[in-house]
């Protein structure tokens, strides 16, 4: 799942592969997260949940346990940054409005 293509394109942009793809919708691993994502090249849209109007029920049963591991764990660490990054720049005030 890891592996992905260079587009020719776009200066040699790396293209993520797909880890499935059901009708216009189309499943990606952001590896930075560690979560799944789902893209439809026709409209541009991109989401983190699964569409409604597609069927990803299989791709987690293909993914093998290390990398649903390795996954957790970046989430874990994208979380933990994400509010250590959000309560340094707004941290609490003390002072309440009447």
Do not use: C, Q
């Not at 874990?76 to 509010?83: A, D, F, H, Q, S």
């Amino acid at each position: 799942f890891s592996s992905s293509t260079t587009n020719g394109n776009n200066n040699n942009r790396v293209v993520p592969k797909a880890l499935g793809t059901s009708g216009n919708w189309s499943a990606y691993l952001d590896e930075s997260k560690g979560l799944i994502y789902y893209f439809n090249p026709t409209t541009g849209e991109s989401k983190w949940e699964a569409p409604h109007d597609a069927d990803f029920s299989t791709i987690e049963m293909e993914i093998d346990g290390a990398k649903k591991a390795e996954m957790r764990e970046r989430l874990k660490t994208y979380l933990e940054e994400r509010l250590k990054n959000s309560t340094t720049k707004n941290p609490s005030s003390s002072s309440s409005s009447s």
